[in-house]
């Protein structure tokens, strides 16, 4: 891979008083346009190079009924996802500051997920856990169609339900307890899903 040339989002810049009040009301943010056609591409590419293994549920099975995707946990072996983690972590420090959420550490994974499949309604926590504070997910899809399915489906904070496209470099930014599914895509569908906690590395 050549040189990674990672555009670094001005947090404190994209949250002015507008987008942090709407993120109290109503727990979540879209924001698109996010990192840059650069950081996309690069991120796009290396995720087409990656082995894929089947996502399991927190307790281990393989439920293709709940959900469908094959993942990659980022790690030393992804140095683009790295830099995009590390900025999402800049996000974490940004969140303390302004709402003192106490989150110390990311981790994210690319996702693709197969023609025909999707993720059933379901928290990012676990139940008796809330160890995720923020959730968040970037798209990597090119011309996104109307007709493509692969939405998420996200309940707010207000009981509203959202229907948010997974289109190429949008951010889609929310509180890990919010009711939420991925809808059944009918084309290849990727992305990178994200979460800071609040607890400390295994």
């Known amino acids: 891979m050549g040189m990674i040339e ?3 989002p001005n947090w404190h ?59 990659v946990w980022i790690n030393e072996n992804c140095p683009y996802g790295l830099a ?12 303390n500051q302004v709402f003192f959420t106490n989150i110390k550490r990311g981790e994210a994974h690319y996702a693709r997920y197969p023609v025909g499949h999707g993720y059933q309604w379901h928290r990012d926590n676990p139940a008796g856990r809330n160890e995720r504070i923020i959730s968040a997910v970037y798209y990597l899809n090119n011309d996104w169609g109307d007709n493509d399915g692969g939405e998420i489906s996200l309940v707010d904070k207000t009981n509203i339900t959202h229907q948010i496209s997974p289109k190429a470099d949008r951010l889609v930014i929310f509180d890990s307890n919010l009711l939420h599914q991925v809808k059944k895509t009918h084309r290849e569908r990727y992305s990178i899903a994200t979460w800071l906690r609040c607890d400390d590395a295994l």
């Open 6 to 8: 990672q555009f670094t």
């Open 13 to 71: 810049k994209i949250f002015d008083d507008k987008k942090l009040d709407f993120f109290v009301k109503y727990g979540y943010v879209i924001l698109d346009d996010c990192f840059g056609k650069k950081t996309l591409s690069q991120l796009q590419k290396e995720s087409e190079l990656l082995s894929y293994q089947n996502a399991h549920l927190t307790h281990g099975q393989r439920l293709t009924d709940v959900r469908g995707d094959s993942t």
């Open 84 to 95: 995009y983690l590390k900025d999402i972590e800049r996000l974490g420090s940004f969140f």
